[in-house]
């Protein structure tokens, strides 16, 4: 039977990611609470722990699934550490939630499934920015068919903490297969694939920009056949600040979102007249106005949640009330499944390169 009580989670790794993202959000649901938490640097767990005004602080992910009744184990380490961790959480009874990538390659995530599966438990991997508010009301949009029937997608990523980061050459960013590639093309693909449908790496470009000594490579495109479209990947590591931006090409309208503002916009409609293009450009600026209007009410009032806090939020439901979970098994796997395509496109041997 569905249960009531809230679900009890344990959160193993408590970097970044748990601090600003994971933990805030299941503090603010009523559906989960934080039972425990681990992690190896015992500083950091004794920090965290006192904020948490917990004493459940764990450095050994065993002993922390023998020792406390848990119903979800929130993974937030380093991706090459996922596997390991997300099947003893599952052979322990417990659903699995992990940050993005769930594996680096199928293989792996086909071993995290299978054990999830063995053990009647559920797995979701963190695809946060499709639980955007503002991609939400995006992918509404085109599901109603305002915009037409889907052609092309462009998906635009300009990082810089990632770039950042990656300059530390003892950062676990640069021993992923692609280096900082397979921590944040993730992101783009599912995003892509909930506007095309399925999706094939068709071609990849590589360029070294020569910022980071210790990157193979911080600038990636790549072109992708999809069921209903063309889509492009654009990742570009040296930038000055985060942003994703997402261009829809429908055949009645073309929509452009910025994530990090939260804003919609439409272009490229009307006539070819001096006047169209001057009643286009006010028409772009009253949306920008609307969308910032209305983001700014949302946070004022509390209403305004973020990616992560909804899709947390839904996995727990999901849980507790026995529904499907936010992000499929299968959905995961083809993230994956594109994303270890695009690492094998972007070996050296095989990219087109600009160096």
């Not at 990611?17 to 649901?29: C, D, V």
């Not at 919609?264 to 286009?280: D, H, P, T």
Request: hydrophobic share 40%.
């Amino acid at each position: 039977m569905p249960r009531k009580r809230p679900v009890r989670v344990g959160i193993v790794g408590c970097g970044i990611i748990a601090q600003r993202q994971h933990i805030p959000s299941l503090l603010r649901t009523k559906e989960a609470e934080i039972v425990a938490i681990c992690d190896k640097d015992k500083a950091l767990l004794n920090s965290i722990g006192s904020r948490l005004k917990t004493n459940k602080c764990f450095s050994d992910f065993s002993q922390m699934l023998s020792q406390e009744e848990l119903d979800l184990v929130d993974i937030c380490t380093p991706p090459h550490t996922h596997p390991e961790l997300a099947i003893e959480a599952a052979e322990s009874g417990c659903h699995v939630l992990v940050e993005k990538p769930a594996a680096l390659t199928l293989e792996e995530f086909d071993r995290i499934a299978a054990a999830c599966t063995r053990n009647g438990v559920k797995l979701c991997q963190i695809q946060n920015k499709m639980f955007e508010p503002v991609v939400m009301g995006l992918m509404q949009q085109v599901e109603s068919g305002d915009i037409g029937e889907v052609v092309g997608v462009d998906i635009k990523v300009l990082s810089r903490r990632a770039a950042e980061l990656a300059k530390n050459a003892d950062h676990w960013y640069n021993d992923l297969p692609a280096g900082v590639f397979t921590e944040i093309l993730p992101h783009p693909i599912y995003l892509a694939q909930a506007f095309l449908g399925t999706v094939d790496p068709v071609g990849v470009c590589v360029k070294n920009a020569h910022r980071n000594q210790h990157a193979r490579s911080e600038v990636i495109k790549i072109i992708l056949e999809g069921r209903r479209g063309v889509g492009v990947i654009s990742y570009s590591g040296p930038a000055t600040k985060d942003k994703t931006i997402i261009d829809i090409n429908g055949t009645r309208k073309n929509l452009r979102v910025d994530l990090w503002n939260s804003a919609k916009v439409e272009y490229g409609m009307g006539g070819i007249s001096r006047a169209s293009r001057a009643w286009e450009n006010l028409g772009q600026c009253l949306s920008l106005l609307q969308c910032s209007a209305g983001t700014t009410i949302s946070v004022l009032t509390g209403r305004f949640h973020s990616g992560h806090f909804t899709i947390i939020k839904r996995f727990a439901e999901s849980i507790r009330d026995g529904t499907d979970q936010p992000v499929s098994i299968e959905q995961a796997r083809e993230v994956i499944r594109v994303l270890e395509s695009i690492t094998e496109m972007a070996a050296p041997d095989k990219a087109t390169r600009e160096v």
